[in-house]
């Protein structure tokens, strides 16, 4: 039995939405990035170029320099800068969908897509979209850089990041220690 549906949304294309009430911090469903092709940057750019029924818009990082393209219900969800889902993640790869909140049947699933991009771009260049999510708190732009969140935000969300990244960036999370 499943806790979500995909739909079109008359404003950000496909997103998925709860087919029941879920309670706060449950498991929604689980993804698995290594089940998919593995692209480099440059690979991935040439499979989307050649083969339209690839959908770019859902490259996702897998790790170790490679992206896949996610064919995943966590693909078609959508950002919001206050979300009532997060990722909790095992690896850059394997990771499991939350609700951060209770959430009423036919409730959109959202994400905060900046929660979960970190160990990308060698640290470099990153991805940059316009928000409208219509929250309070909406940050307008969103990026592909975990470290250029508000601090807040990092707080939460640091807990929830794979175990070989906290200890990777420990240093760029001393502001923990003073709690
Ligand atoms: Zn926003």
Redesign the pocket.
Known sequence: MTNYILKKTSDKGTGVFATRDIRKNELIFQVNLNKFIKYTPEQLEQAVRENPELNGDHSNYAGWGKYVIEETPAAYMN???DPNCYFKMKSISVYSVYSLRNIKRGEELTHDYTACSIDQFDGNETWVLD???G?EN???K?TGDFFKMPKQWQVKYYQYLPPSIRRKYRNKFKFRSKN
């Open positions: 950002h919001s800068c928000c409208n999510c929250s909406c940050r307008g969103v």
